[in-house]
């Protein structure tokens, strides 16, 4: 430990080291497990925290902006869950079976975990740890990353949401699972959760993640998901939390043979976000789509960083990103679509826009291919740019105001991925969330 | 009578600093069908473009009234609510947003700025589904994205319908014959004649006499470098046809 300790740089790894050598023999887990967390802890600090020389973290570095660690999130009181209850109000209306994660731990009084569809389970992560379930052995196994964020996540889990769905069970409703922050105060969460779906398995699942405005906590989330044979997933992933909040978010699936997957990541708030997505599609014949939303505004942050995997024969992944940045606010989008030489026909097109409504807006777009087999159709393409004139004048010489005609625009802009979502309650609810979006800008 | 629009000494510009329209004199009465012809690069579109608000395009002297207020004052959605069309040359394509949604706010917006009752969307559905049956536009053109993979004349029908549904006061048809095939101009021409009445104004930019076959003007302006250089009847399109612009361009030089 004391080589790795002399590593250490800044104020806030090294208040990282101390919290876990406090923490560790707390955290839920079996000795396997805690031998992983610490194998964890130690890629973390043989690195540190990411920062600018990281290529995948070069527009966020976490060194610079991760001045403090918090101490870990405490569970919530009563009067707290009860406010969590209210928790995703646009998502209020919609029938779905609700599982609430606060302040980093999954409470199951409030969860509705009654009736569960054959050949389905939801339990809690801690539980799972606990009682040595079998499938936590998927744990760190879906898809192999050294990031750093990551590692610290595996280090510090302490609680989320398991869920296993076995050969052809489906999902009567949709499953919301809430990840709410209650404290007022700077704290720390780490969640891990999990999916696994058995072969012709379906499911959708929708995340959400928010918290209090004015507080500096800080949520480092990780979903691990294997899409069995055949298997159909839409996951659609919400990050709304509070103007001050730092959100960092690891997907890892792995997808395989004949099975779909589509993901939507909507983002709109949280001072520093950072969405990972990492998908390896490991079996032929995979329909695949990756997208998002993000509309930022103040001096938010927002980086995506995508690396999709080709692996076997046959498949079509398809990445549509769309970001609307108004004020000082910053996009960045890293994606990568990696062909490997085994994955021939492979069909892919990645494309990312962002559309600046200030002039100090600021985005960064690298998308990039990795294309190692010959028979392949795959593109790529970004494009930054300002609302247009032309069209607006269209607009307002038809009587329409000249921010009516601006939301039109940037409503028709995000909607080419938003229309694109199979759940038409989560449409709408995301159009409603993009019309408020733009009424609070005026 | 007073006049519906009036155009005294306007002087306009595009940014950038070049003088396209050039002490420029119009009146327009109520219920008049003015139209216009002159050779290309006159300043025909950039007077739509003035008179509509484009930003870009600048009044540097004079002034133009209409319906009592002065226009520079008016944004161009302030001006559609007045009562201001123009049906462009060009039609724009909007990606995204569905012709009959934008018809909608179109509608309530302006009925809005003028305090009166919105139209509710079956209200307004019928509506535009009676325009689109005249006009020869079919439901699915009417959910598809305005004007978004319409052809040339499938454009200007869908100008027509926007004009017919918003029912202004003046509505400008800047070369509104232009791609259309024979049906296509009677249908459009239909349409515009239908929206004419005593309290109604057309001004009809067009560069060829066979339009007005159809929509008939009471008067014709021939306009050369950025103004009006010489106002006839009717009978002076057919003139115009067969000896052209040049003796009205030396005028104008
Ligand atoms: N945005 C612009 N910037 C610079 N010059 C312009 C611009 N728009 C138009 N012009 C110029 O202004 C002049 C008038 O153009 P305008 O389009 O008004 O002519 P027009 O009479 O409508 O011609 P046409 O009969 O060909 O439609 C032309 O010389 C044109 O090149
Ligand atoms: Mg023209």
Redesign the interface.
């Known amino acids: 430990m004391a080589a790795d300790v002399r590593l250490m740089k800044t104020a806030a790894e090294l208040a990282l080291a101390d919290a876990f050598a406090a923490v560790k023999s707390t955290l839920p887990g079996d000795a396997a497990v805690a031998a992983q967390r610490t194998a964890a802890f130690e890629t973390f600090a043989s690195v540190g925290l990411p920062h600018r020389r990281v290529e995948s973290w070069r527009y966020t570095d976490l060194r610079a902006l991760l001045r403090e660690a918090p101490p870990l999130a405490s569970a919530a009181g009563p009067e707290a869950l009860a406010r969590s209850l209210a928790a995703c109000p646009m998502l209020a209306g919609m029938e779905a079976r609700r599982i609430y994660v606060v302040n980093g731990a999954f409470v199951s009084d409030i969860s509705d975990l009654a009736n569960l569809e054959p050949g389905v389970s939801i339990s809690s992560l801690a539980t799972a740890l606990g009682a040595a379930d079998p499938l936590v052995a998927h744990l760190g196994q879906t898809v192999a990353s050294s990031d750093a964020a990551l590692a610290l996540n595996t280090a510090f889990m302490g609680d989320g949401v398991v869920i296993a769905l076995a050969e052809g069970a489906t999902l009567s409703r949709p499953l919301h699972l809430v990840f709410v922050t209650t404290e007022a105060t700077a704290t720390a969460a780490y969640t891990r959760s999990l999916l696994v779906m058995g072969k012709g398995a379906s499911a959708q699942v929708i995340e959400s993640h928010e918290g209090p405005a004015g507080a500096a906590y800080q949520v480092n989330t990780a979903l691990e998901v294997v899409v069995g044979e055949g298997a159909s997933l839409e996951r659609v992933k919400i990050t709304a939390e509070g103007n001050d909040a730092l959100h960092i978010s690891t997907l890892l699936a792995r997808v395989a043979d004949g099975a779909k997957l589509a993901n939507a990541n909507f983002t709109l708030g949280g001072a520093i976000i950072r969405n990972q997505l990492l998908v390896q599609l490991a079996g032929e014949g995979i329909d695949a789509s990756l997208s998002g939303v993000s509309l930022l505004a103040g001096k938010q942050h927002s980086d995506t960083l995508l690396a999709v995997e080709h692996i076997a024969p046959n498949c079509q992944s398809r990445e549509q990103f769309r970001t609307v940045v108004d004020d000082t606010a910053r996009d960045i989008f890293q994606g990568r679509i990696s062909v490997r030489q085994s994955a021939q026909k492979t069909d892919a097109r990645m494309m990312s826009r962002a559309l600046l409504l200030s002039d100090t807006a600021e985005s960064d777009n690298k998308p990039e291919l990795e294309i190692f087999a010959d028979d392949v159709q795959c593109g790529h393409g970004c494009t930054t740019g300002s609302l247009d004139?032309?069209?607006k004048?269209?607009?307002?010489?038809?009587?329409?105001?000249?921010k009516?005609?601006e939301a039109?625009?940037i409503?028709?802009?995000v909607?080419?991925v938003i229309d694109a979502i199979g759940h038409e309650g989560v449409r709408a609810a995301l159009t409603d969330a993009t019309r408020n979006w733009l009424i609070e800008r005026k | 009578m007073t006049p519906l629009l009036e155009i005294r000494d306007l002087h306009a510009e595009i940014a950038g600093g070049r003088k396209i329209i050039n002490g420029m004199n119009l009146t327009i009465n109520p219920g008049e069908v003015h139209a216009i012809m002159g050779p290309n690069g006159a300043g025909k579109s950039t007077l739509s473009y003035v008179l509509s608000g484009k930003p870009g395009y600048e009044i540097t002297g004079g002034e133009v009234i209409f319906r009592g207020v002065n226009l520079q004052e008016l944004s161009p959605d302030e001006r559609a609510a007045q009562g201001l069309f123009l049906c462009f040359q060009y039609p724009l394509e909007i990606p995204g947003v569905s012709n009959m949604a934008f018809l909608h706010t179109a509608a309530n917006s302006q009925r809005k700025k003028r305090g009166e009752p919105e139209l509710t969307s079956p209200e307004l559905v019928r509506k535009v589904r009676e325009l689109g049956k005249q006009l020869g536009i079919d439901t699915d053109m009417l959910k598809r994205p305005v004007n978004v993979g319409f052809s040339g004349g499938e454009k200007k029908r869908n100008e027509t319908l926007q004009m017919m549904l918003l029912e202004p006061y003046l509505s400008i048809l800047d070369e509104a014959d232009s791609g259309l095939d024979i049906d296509a101009l009677k249908v459009v021409s239909n349409g515009v004649n239908a929206m004419r009445s005593p309290e109604r104004s057309m001004l009809v930019i067009t560069h060829y006499q066979r339009l007005l076959d159809y929509i008939v003007p009471d008067v014709v302006h021939v306009f050369a470098a950025g103004r009006i250089v010489h106002t006839g009847g009717k009978e002076l399109a057919l003139e115009l046809e067969a000896t052209g612009y040049a003796q009205y361009q030396n005028e104008a030089a």
């Open positions: 004139q032309q069209l004048f269209y607009m307002m010489s038809r009587g329409i105001p000249e009516e005609a039109l625009l409503q028709a802009f909607g080419e």
